[in-house]
Nanobody, 122 residues
Framework: VQLQASGGGLVQAGGSLRLSCAAS????????MGWFRQAPGKEREFVAA????????FYANSVEARFTISKDFAKNTVYLQMNSLEPEDTATYYC????????????????WGQGTELTVSS
């Protein structure tokens, strides 16, 4: 059971970036997937999640109009498309997988990938 996040980097405010999270096949088809982020000195916070089927999506209020989460079953990958980036989005982003419980609570996620860093310059 492994999750591999990638796609972070440095981008100017107003720009776009897409994060990817590759998952093992058995896990991907059965689990809901989420993205969380953690800025220096702050707690990890929910960003977005997608149900196991890919039909239902969930977003934090701060990103709902700007970010889009999606699942690609052919590639066993979940994406986080981030548009209109703001300096406040600067953080380490983590992908995670869960099979039950709240999509918003990081404690409900049993599997985590390593983080990928995003820096948004003003």
């Amino acid at each position: 059971v492994q999750l591999q996040a990638s796609g972070g980097g440095l981008v100017q405010a107003g720009g776009s970036l897409r994060l990817s999270c590759a998952a093992s096949g058995r896990l991907f088809s059965r689990y809901g997937m989420g993205w969380f982020r953690q800025a220096p000195g702050k707690e990890r916070e929910f960003v977005a999640a997608v149900s196991w089927s890919g039909h239902d999506t969930f977003y934090a209020n701060s990103v709902e109009a700007r970010f889009t989460i999606s699942k690609d079953f052919a590639k066993n990958t979940v994406y986080l498309q981030m548009n209109s980036l703001e300096p406040e989005d600067t953080a380490t982003y983590y992908c995670a997988a869960r099979d039950r419980g709240s999509y918003y609570d990081p404690n409900e996620y049993g599997y985590w990938g390593q983080g990928t860093e995003l820096t948004v310059s003003s």
